[in-house]
């Protein structure tokens, strides 16, 4: 048997070959004469005579996506590394041009459609109340009253807005009809909330739930700090708002000549508080005529329970997010950062009820687009802000959540520095 053999590698010995391994040590001698290539073993082969040899990398190369572990770390990085507070990479008309054109368009009659509904229940609710007269219905009665007294000053609102339709005589008379039937001055109310739309965001300018500077806050005395962050008391303050406005400010709704007025603007001023007067009146000789405690049953509390709503929404929207907000002022202010510190809230039922006022962001931005646009618009909005919106946390039928979040809000967002115009909420330890 030929024991020799001519190779491309010149003449080599064949392997030794056993016919019937029985013993472990003759496994190992026939393991010793074979050798499996390594990953970068060799190989030599002829050319014109001589000898070359080929080093094979027997390697696989892919490539393969990073851990999870890595995965989940750059995410997290990326989310420290936004900015909140810095310039958004948008502007107004990247938001304004990816809503489509249809969610501007207003309908009177579709409005109008929804003052007869609230209405017609708001009468319902008080005549089922009145006839049955039973304390076991009249928390139910309560509850369900304020809340439509808050969706009927939503309604008056958008008239404000003049997105309830594009007739301004229209919007007037039912804003004076809506808000005065809740004691609501129309257009002195009207014209403060056209300055805090145009203000949003900006720690001076601003007209409703605005933080207070440091020198202010600490020139107030303890009884007034106590009033203003302690539950329920900040949830009562839409009266006193009204007639005094906010500290550091002054000034009236009822009155024509305050600060929060132009002169081409009394007329209008007198005229709300003429209907605000009416229906003081009105409720004045109701008391007469079914007694004060009836009245306080069917309205009164009712309106109580109205301005706490109006109070927990109104602050919700620029208070109480997870992640702190920034405030602004000076050359860091403008009208698209400030309204992008505005904040969406879901109430569950609720929503429908009070027409999605819940959906604020695109409301604060656009306040031109009818109320029963706004989710859509929000929806075709959303990939143009990016992080820039906060994705509102989903409520229960009955959002009683919220009152924690209003809680801890309380707790911690008292006041801002005097300086600066990029700032954030500061705690006072002693309030604690």
Known sequence: MA????SECGVRPLPRIYTKPTTTSGLNSIQSNFRIPTPHSSFCFPIN????????NWVLKVSAPPPPSITQQLEEEEEEEFDAGAPPPFKLTDIKAAIPKHC??????????YVVRDVA??????????????WILWPLYWFAQSTMFWALFVLGHDCGHGSFSNDPKLNSVAGHLLHSSILVPYHGWRISHRTHHQNHGHVENDESWHPLPEKIYKNLNNATKKLRFTLPFPMLAYPIYLWNRSPGKKGSHFNPDSDLFVPNERKDV?????????MSALLVGLSFVMGPVQLLKLYGIPYLGFVMWLDLVTYLHHHGHEDKLPWYRGKEWSYLRGGLTTLDRDYGWIN???????THVIHHLFPQIPHYHLIEATEAAKPVLGKYYREPKKSGPIPIYLLGVLLRSMRKDHYVSDTGDILYYQTDPELN
């Open 3 to 6: 024991s020799w053999v001519l």
């Open 49 to 56: 005579g001589e000898l070359f040899t080929k080093h094979r």
């Open 104 to 113: 501007w368009v207003k309908d009177p009659w579709r409005s109008m459609s």
């Open 121 to 134: 229940v708001v009468f319902g609710l008080a005549a089922v109340a009145a006839y049955y007269n039973t």
């Open 270 to 278: 007198i005229t709300s508080t003429v209907c605000w007067t009416a």
């Open 352 to 358: 429908n009820i009070h027409h999605d006022i819940g």
